[in-house]
């Protein structure tokens, strides 16, 4: 009687095992949007939703009065503008959303031709725990973007690029997986770097299921 009740128990015991690993392959809730939407504002130079309503295109000088003003913004650097090619970084404040990475800096590049103080705006980028499987497919499929192997980090960037043809910018939503890269990686990284820089983009996107491939083909060539 009390080896069919230990058998009993362990053969539930394997089916609750099974069953926690069948949900937990991928996420079954519908993606959420509503945190990535937050991201994206509007403001005197951006009439539809930018990151953080900054407009790649726009003066660098309009670009930082906006920044300056965010709520959610602290401790914005000041660019060095007798260079052609600028970075400006910043933390964030506390006031931010809890899925803002505050662990990481927020940066925003600007260029000018002629090396004075006309400088615009190029890219913005900040990093998020979203996570990159939900805004693949709330956002849905995309033709553009990227999967590479550093050879340094034995790691695969992967991105997924959204452009938009009314502001002429491009939304790069990306994160690194460490070798092997396994699908299951991809559905739980919660991760994301979002960036939106000038112009389309020509890559064409490779799906997360190629990854661990990739990190194959690289070790054994190595």
């Not at 407009?55 to 602290?74: H, K």
């Not at 000018?112 to 990159?132: V, W």
Request: with cysteine; aromatic share 10%; hydrophobic share 35%.
């Amino acid at each position: 009687m009390i080896d069919r009740l230990l058998k009993g128990a362990a053969g539930l015991t394997l089916l609750f095992i099974l069953g926690i690993g069948g949900t937990r392959l991928s996420p079954q809730t519908e993606p959420d949007l509503d945190a990535f939407q937050q991201l994206f504002q509007s403001s005197p130079g951006c009439e539809v939703h930018c990151l953080l309503g900054i407009r790649a295109g726009m003066p660098l000088r309009e670009a930082l009065d906006i920044l300056r003003a965010n709520d959610w913004v602290n401790g914005v650097t000041n660019p060095n503008t007798f260079v052609a090619q600028t970075d400006v970084y910043w933390q964030w404040s506390g006031r931010q959303p809890e899925w803002i990475d505050d662990q990481v800096m927020g940066v925003m590049s600007a260029r000018s031709e002629t090396d004075d103080m006309g400088h615009y705006i190029t890219g913005i980028t900040l990093t998020t725990h979203l996570r990159l499987y939900d805004l693949e497919r709330g956002l849905g499929q995309t033709p553009n973007g990227s999967a590479f192997y550093l050879l340094r980090q034995d790691r695969i960037a992967y991105s997924a690029t959204y452009y938009d043809p009314r502001i002429k910018v491009r939304t790069t939503l990306s994160a690194l997986f460490p070798c092997p890269a396994r699908l299951l990686d991809y559905y739980w990284r919660d991760q994301t770097q979002i960036t939106q820089n000038e112009g389309p983009t020509l890559q064409e996107y490779i799906p997360p299921q190629a990854m661990p491939g990739l990190c194959r083909s690289a070790h054994q060539g190595a």
